[in-house]
């Protein structure tokens, strides 16, 4: 099974290490040692709290998507320059770059400091991973 270090944790959840530490205090999540003897937390139970967390910051809104990818977070850039713009927004540990139209980012009234949401639908994603192939 998978565990990763609270510091790992909560870089890859988008929080600090004191949360991850008052989780596992809280008993949402367990955590064991490692070999050196190092908190660790399961990587199955940290995905559970990484899917419970977008969950709740999800818009809510009533209307059905097929896009499944949704990012919400804030405005952190929005620069426009004749008929485009580039928009970026920090979702936890996520930039997402988006490029529209000038008239869009208009009409959004997209400025630093505003929440949005981020839906990307895409015919190919790529997984990388650090580890290699298991013997």
């Known amino acids: 099974?998978?565990?990763?270090?609270?510091?790992?944790?909560?870089?890859?959840v988008g929080v600090?290490?004191?949360t991850v530490r008052r989780w596992v205090?809280?008993?949402v999540l367990t955590a064991g040692r490692d070999d050196s003897g190092r908190q660790v937390v399961p990587g199955d139970e940290l995905a559970a709290?990484?899917?419970?967390?977008?969950?709740a910051a999800d818009d809510h809104s009533p209307m059905r998507r097929s896009a499944r990818n949704r990012f919400v977070?804030?405005?952190?850039?929005?620069?426009?320059?004749g008929l485009m713009a580039q928009v970026e927004l920090q979702s936890g540990p996520h930039?997402?770059?988006?490029?529209?139209?000038?008239?869009?980012?208009?009409?959004?009234n997209l400025e630093v400091g505003s929440r949005a949401v981020?839906?990307?639908?895409?015919?190919?994603?790529v997984v990388e991973t650090g580890e290699g192939p298991r013997a």
């Open 16 to 18: 600090s290490d004191d």
């Open 25 to 27: 205090r809280d008993g």
């Open 73 to 81: 977070g804030l405005v952190t850039r929005v620069e426009i320059d």
């Open 118 to 125: 981020a839906v990307v639908k895409a015919t190919m994603v």
């Open 95 to 108: 930039r997402v770059v988006s490029l529209m139209s000038a008239e869009a980012a208009r009409d959004l």
């Open 49 to 55: 709290r990484a899917v419970a967390i977008a969950t």
């Open 1 to 12: 099974m998978t565990q990763y270090r609270i510091s790992e944790a909560a870089a890859l």
